[in-house]
Nanobody, 122 residues
Framework: QVHLVESGGGLVQAGGSLRLSCTAS???????MGWFRQAPGKERQFVAAISGNRRRTAMLDSVKDRFTVYRDNAQNTLYLEMNSLKPEDTAMYYCAASGRTIATVESEYDYWGRGTQVTISS
């Protein structure tokens, strides 16, 4: 059975940093893995994605100068390094895995984690 488990969320002040992790079990993912987020009352939003060979990334414009996505294929783990955090980054962050080379649309992802909460105080 395939599981994606996120960790690393928490409560930090604006300007702070967090590193989210997503560990996959049950199979090895050779396709894209990505991060989405959902704030209360809003739709889930693409944040970042990285291809299986780590050569391609895609980022939401509002985070591309502050967030970095990377993966350790040997550990089957995806990361999201988040710096200069803002209150508008507050959301539940979800990890997802796709069979595509790179994917930025929710429907292109086949597996999802349950999420980790990120809360940024002003």
């Amino acid at each position: 059975q395939v599981h994606l488990v996120e960790s690393g969320g928490g409560l930090v002040q604006a300007g702070g940093s967090l590193r989210l992790s997503c560990t996959a079990s049950g199979r090895t993912f050779s396709g894209a893995m990505g991060w989405f987020r959902q704030a209360p009352g809003k739709e889930r939003q693409f944040v970042a994605a990285i291809s299986g060979n780590r050569r391609r990334t895609a980022m939401l414009d509002s985070v591309k100068d502050r967030f970095t996505v990377y993966r350790d294929n040997a550990q089957n783990t995806l990361y999201l390094e988040m710096n200069s955090l803002k209150p508008e980054d507050t959301a539940m962050y979800y990890c997802a895995a796709s069979g595509r080379t790179i994917a930025t649309v929710e429907s292109e992802y086949d597996y999802w984690g349950r999420g980790t909460q990120v809360t940024i105080s002003s």
